[in-house]
């Protein structure tokens, strides 16, 4: 039973297509109005950003399959009016699934997809940003993704950021926990931490702030976890708040709705030492590096077997 106060999911939600992998191809999913821009500084095009999500589609998948997702949609392009969305609505295509979990007000339909052809129907639905929850489909009331997320205030240097990232990964290591990275895409880092199994809400979110505060408390010089922006100068806000059902975080390959199609990149550990700056990765590069790679910069997080620790 959820606990009180928290959604649960319903058990009516229709199995079978739903869970159905290449139903359709993405060669079948009609982008209309290709030609407009998405990004009015490279120029880059609805199209080309349906391209793009194609090309890296085998990538980013298995971080954003089965999930539920929050998108961040902008009909008019990055520079105009974009807009959060979690719930499911009107338009979106037949592989973007609708997931209904009973809430204080009722129930509500969350939106996730399993495939490439989903993917593609979000573009579609003028979709640039991809979130999603700690947690699946099948098990939204535990989470199986904890995310550290290095946000710097003013006038912290790079190099700083990728030192507290790597102090992140050692205090997790000290504790057991083995984590990846991921570039925000936009001024940070994130650390994700997988977990098998996976945690109830509140264990995991009480965990990701006593390891933040503890961060603070021994070098308070370096490391902030009050949101507050006015507190932040010259300190790295160790976001933990995305540790919460319902929150979410932006999944690796996803564009970023910034001027540069800035995009947030998986890296491999040994990777960091070349990343000469937060926006390292834009669209072009992107699928440089899509094209090239022959193994996913995160093997083995789906297959890695780690609980929080007891007390």
Known sequence: MAPAGHAARVPARPAGPARRRGAATPAEV??????????AAGGITKGQVADYYRAVARW?????????????????????????????????????HALPLRQKSGVEDYLFIDDATGLLQLVQMNAIELHTWGATVDDPERADRLVFDLDPGEGVPWDAVRDGAREVRRRLRHLGLASWLRMSGGKGLHVVVPLAPAAPWERA?????????????????????????????????VDWLRNARGATSVTGWSLRARERATVAMPLRWEELRAIDGPGAF????????AARLRRDPWHGIARLRQALPRG
Do not use: W
């Not at 009609?30 to 990004?39: M, W, Y």
């Not at 979110?205 to 902030?224: I, K, L, N, S, T």
């Open 30 to 39: 009609a982008i209309t109005h290709p030609e407009r821009v998405a990004f």
């Open 60 to 96: 980013l998948l298995p971080e954003v399959a089965n999930r539920p997702l929050s998108l961040v949609r902008c009909p008019d392009g990055a520079g105009g009016e974009c807009f959060f969305q979690k719930h499911h609505g009107p338009g979106f295509g037949d592989r973007v």
């Open 205 to 237: 979110r009480a965990f990701c702030e006593a390891f933040a505060r503890a961060m603070e408390a021994r070098q308070p010089e370096r490391y902030v976890t009050n949101m507050r922006k006015d507190q932040r100068g010259g300190r790295i806000f």
């Open 282 to 289: 834009d669209l072009a590069r992107a699928l440089r590096r």
